[in-house]
């Protein structure tokens, strides 16, 4: 996918073009956003672009480097890997970029580092990668990609250009998912709103075969709050493995589902409701639940994505969230 293709990132694609045209590409990028928010599909359009052998502001898609980066074999680009899923270590990072970058590049202009998921780096990789960031041959490109810069040692965060991606307006998602994926109404409206501006979430949703069982199973669990135990909910949320989702990915389904509450209960009109094909069920709840009830349900469930994502026990962040849910009937 070239910058062209790209969907929404207009500010941070603006940005690389007017770099790129001025000739004042920086050594050191952070690009910041959560999971699936595109931060690696700019990532490839701008390395490939900065690369390319016509030196344009889009890749000519013609030359040899091009043709490379599109087979996954341009020398000059390096995705740093990484052996353990949690953690990037500083053997990772001498071996690839430290004891790599006094190379000179073998057949382009750069030699470009990404680090995906740099919020892994532990302290001594990222200490190890800061004389890098310091003192860069004149070649080299780093570029670090992360969904949580706080994770960083702000001694690096200092030295790069910061690129935080914004959600994709509504409106661009909404003509993806119809025009692209072909998906009706309903199920764009839905995947849209679950999204909540990245395209990479609902995209997941939408091209789910699961779909409909994945709403049905949340659905499901909303309903039995009432006379399950909350150690039994948890069981059940526990089991959702819904291939591709998250834990967090439910919990952001059933903050839609008390949307749908508050909806119903100030227009009165289901015409606008997510959940359509569960009206009686919505507008059951909506009859009893307060509007306080319904604001202090969704805090506690933001909450729980918060604790969810401090690593906090799981249990005990769900547990917290359903006894919240429990009392707000
Ligand atoms: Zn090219």
Known sequence: MDFADIIGHEDIIKHFKSSIEQGKISQSYIINGEAGSGKKTLTRALVKTLQCEAGGTEPCNACKSCKQTMTGNQPDIIWVTHDKPNVISVEEVREQVNKDIGIKPYSSRYKIYVIDQAQLLNTQAQNALLKTI????????????????????????????????????????????????????????????????????????????????????????????????????????????????????????????????????????????????????????????????????????????????????????????????????
């Open 134 to 329: 310091e003192e860069p041959p004149e070649y080299a490109i780093l570029i670090l990609l992360t969904d949580n810069i706080d994770k960083l040692l702000p001694t690096i965060v200092s030295r790069c250009i910061v690129l935080n991606v914004k959600p994709v307006r509504e409106r661009d998602i909404l003509d993806y998912l119809t025009n692209e994926l072909g998906l009706d109404k309903t199920r764009a409206d839905f995947c849209m709103d679950f999204a909540q501006g990245n395209l990479g979430k609902a995209i997941r949703l939408a091209t789910s075969e699961e779909y409909n069982q994945i709403k049905e199973d949340v659905v499901d669990i909303l309903k039995k709050m009432d006379t399950m135990s909350v150690d039994d909910i948890i069981y059940a949320i526990q089991n959702m493995n819904h291939h591709k989702l998250k834990i967090s990915d439910y919990i952001d389904m059933m903050i839609m589902w008390y949307r749908d509450i508050l909806m119903l209960k100030v227009t009165g009109n289901p015409g606008r409701l997510m959940f359509k094909e569960y009206y009686s069920e919505i507008r059951a709840q909506s009859s009893h639940i307060s509007y306080e009830g319904i604001e202090k349900v969704t805090k506690a469930m933001d909450k729980a994505k918060v604790r969810l994502e401090a690593n906090v026990n799981f249990d005990i962040a769900m547990e917290l969230m359903l006894l919240t849910m429990k009392e707000n009937r």
